[in-house]
């Protein structure tokens, strides 16, 4: 794959910032989108625009075929066994909420044990945090080695009989450390508990085999994978995700009503009351597209080598810390200048067009791990080159310059 010539696809990324062209290195936070997905949801509003699954009329029917037409792509993406165990969602965050609310609240009872990592989003920590105080049970971590990963020994000992949910994160978004989910798995599923895992940060990136993986629930956001703001995605084990009860009730999920009783859809429909997200579907199935097209294997092989070279350029700046494993780590590099506070390094970069984040990324308990109140990051795609990397380089050196006072 050539970055250059995908950047050429995506039409934001040829506008200047502040009289330079833009460097985006902020995907870890959302993707941009190419014109084949800005083109999809256009056309739907422009030629397919209505309500699904309700109507027989000519736009009805194409758009219930493009909504789930969708669902389909994404099973097969993540190879899932069928279509049925795909629920559409808001997004990662609301996926793992209804895990939380719907699953969780329902079978833990007192005594019983949520194993989680202090490397978890907020999204795959308070909504446990939530659960274990409406049920009783007990939240316990696995510990994160010097470097930010786990150690399998960790795991083991941590998951016990009364272990009844490991809700872990594929890719950390601010350690890039790539957990290993397959032999997580294995543990908690020997042990009698089910595995959670937040999947925002490796759908994009890596080539992801539910199967394979052997995870009962799965969750991640099309719009850090170049779909719409909007859209998610929740895959459950069949069996599981019949026992689960809804989170939200109304008109679409339901089978039969009565005055004071009623039924529900099967699935996948039993989780997805009201009018869907439609226009977001369709631009999630267009994402699926492209990324297929260019390859889920070559984009993480050139996010590796990127990483990589991005990790000789900025370690040779003094004063730059880096967080993370030095190898085998997803495609971001998480640092602090010095004693600059992130947020000034952020805006000394968007003064020369480059776009990083700043702040604790919604992982506060992992910045108090790190010992530190925040940090800038930079994350990279498919469309992300060397030169992007040195524009970034190049701009913390004078960045430096600027505050040297602070530097020691």
Same mark, same amino acid.
């Given at each position: 794959?050539?970055?250059?010539?995908?950047?050429?696809?995506?039409?934001?990324?040829?506008?200047? @910032?502040?009289?330079?062209?833009?460097?985006?290195?902020?995907?870890?936070?959302?993707?941009?989108? *190419?014109? /084949?997905?800005?083109?999809?949801?256009?056309?739907?509003?422009?030629?397919?625009?209505?309500?699904?699954?309700?109507?027989?009329?000519?736009?009805?029917?194409?758009?219930?075929?493009?909504?789930?037409?969708?669902?389909?792509?994404?099973?097969?993406?993540?190879?899932?066994?069928?279509?049925?165990? +795909?629920?559409?969602?808001?997004?990662?965050?609301?996926?793992?909420?209804?895990?939380?609310?719907?699953? %969780?609240?329902?079978?833990?009872?007192?005594?019983?044990?949520?194993?989680?990592?202090?490397? =978890?989003?907020?999204?795959?920590?308070?909504?446990?945090?939530?659960?274990?105080?409406?049920?009783?049970?007990?939240?316990?971590?696995? *510990?994160?080695?010097?470097?930010?990963?786990?150690?399998?020994?960790?795991?083991?000992?941590?998951?016990?009989?009364?272990?009844?949910?490991?809700?872990?994160?594929?890719?950390?978004?601010?350690?890039?450390?790539?957990?290993? +989910? %397959?032999?997580?798995?294995?543990? #908690?599923?020997?042990?009698?508990?089910? @595995?959670?895992?937040?999947?925002?940060? /490796?759908? $994009?990136?890596?080539?992801?085999?539910?199967?394979?993986?052997?995870?009962?629930?799965?969750?991640?956001?099309?719009?850090?994978?170049?779909? #719409?703001?909007?859209?998610?995605?929740?895959?459950?084990?069949?069996?599981?995700?019949?026992?689960?009860?809804?989170?939200?009730?109304?008109?679409?999920?339901?089978?039969?009503?009565?005055?004071?009783?009623?039924?529900?859809? =099967?699935?996948?429909?039993?989780?997805?009351?009201?009018?869907?997200?439609?226009?977001?579907?369709?631009?999630?199935?267009?994402? +699926?597209?492209?990324?297929?097209?260019?390859?889920?294997?070559?984009?993480?092989?050139?996010?590796?080598?990127?990483?990589?070279?991005?990790?000789?350029?900025? /370690?040779?700046?003094?004063?730059?810390?880096?967080?993370?494993?030095?190898? =085998?780590? #997803?495609?971001?590099?998480?640092?602090?200048?010095?004693?600059?506070?992130?947020?000034?390094?952020?805006?000394?970069?968007?003064?020369?067009? +480059? %776009?990083?984040?700043?702040?604790?990324?919604?992982?506060? $308990?992992?910045?108090?791990?790190?010992?530190?109140?925040?940090? #800038?990051?930079?994350?990279?795609?498919?469309?992300?080159?060397?030169?992007?990397?040195?524009?970034?380089?190049?701009?913390?050196?004078?960045?430096?310059?600027?505050?040297?006072?602070?530097?020691?």
């Amino acid at each position: 794959m050539d970055p250059n010539l995908l950047k050429a696809e995506f039409p934001i990324l040829g506008q200047e @910032i502040n009289g330079y062209p833009l460097v985006y290195l902020d995907n870890a936070a959302t993707t941009q989108k *190419p014109s /084949s997905v800005i083109n999809a949801i256009k056309r739907y509003y422009e030629w397919d625009n209505a309500n699904v699954h309700r109507g027989v009329h000519t736009l009805g029917s194409r758009a219930t075929d493009a909504y789930e037409g969708a669902r389909e792509k994404v099973a097969r993406f993540l190879n899932a066994a069928n279509s049925r165990q +795909i629920i559409f969602t808001r997004g990662t965050t609301a996926a793992l909420n209804m895990v939380a609310s719907g699953y %969780a609240r329902q079978t833990l009872r007192e005594g019983d044990e949520i194993v989680i990592t202090p490397m =978890e989003h907020h999204s795959n920590l308070i909504p446990w945090q939530q659960a274990a105080k409406a049920t009783g049970a007990t939240l316990k971590y696995i *510990p994160l080695q010097p470097d930010g990963t786990i150690a399998l020994a960790d795991v083991e000992s941590t998951i016990t009989e009364n272990t009844k949910i490991v809700a872990v994160t594929y890719v950390s978004n601010v350690l890039g450390t790539v957990n290993p +989910i %397959a032999r997580i798995a294995e543990i #908690a599923h020997r042990k009698g508990a089910v @595995i959670v895992v937040d999947g925002a940060q /490796s759908t $994009p990136h890596l080539k992801v085999d539910v199967q394979a993986l052997d995870v009962d629930f799965y969750a991640f956001s099309g719009h850090k994978m170049c779909a #719409a703001t909007g859209i998610g995605v929740l895959y459950g084990k069949a069996p599981l995700l019949e026992r689960m009860e809804p989170v939200e009730f109304g008109g679409e999920m339901i089978d039969f009503v009565d005055l004071y009783e009623s039924t529900w859809k =099967e699935l996948p429909w039993k989780f997805e009351g009201g009018t869907p997200i439609i226009a977001g579907a369709v631009s999630l199935g267009a994402a +699926i597209d492209f990324l297929e097209q260019v390859g889920l294997h070559n984009i993480d092989a050139h996010e590796k080598k990127l990483t990589q070279y991005a990790i000789e350029r900025l /370690s040779a700046i003094e004063g730059l810390t880096i967080y993370g494993p030095r190898e =085998e780590r #997803a495609g971001l590099v998480t640092f602090n200048l010095g004693d600059v506070h992130p947020h000034d390094v952020a805006t000394v970069l968007d003064t020369k067009g +480059i %776009a990083v984040r700043a702040g604790h990324h919604c992982c506060q $308990p992992l910045m108090r791990w790190l010992n530190v109140s925040a940090t #800038a990051r930079a994350s990279f795609y498919l469309y992300n080159t060397e030169q992007d990397v040195d524009r970034l380089a190049d701009a913390l050196v004078e960045t430096k310059e600027f505050f040297g006072y602070a530097i020691g």
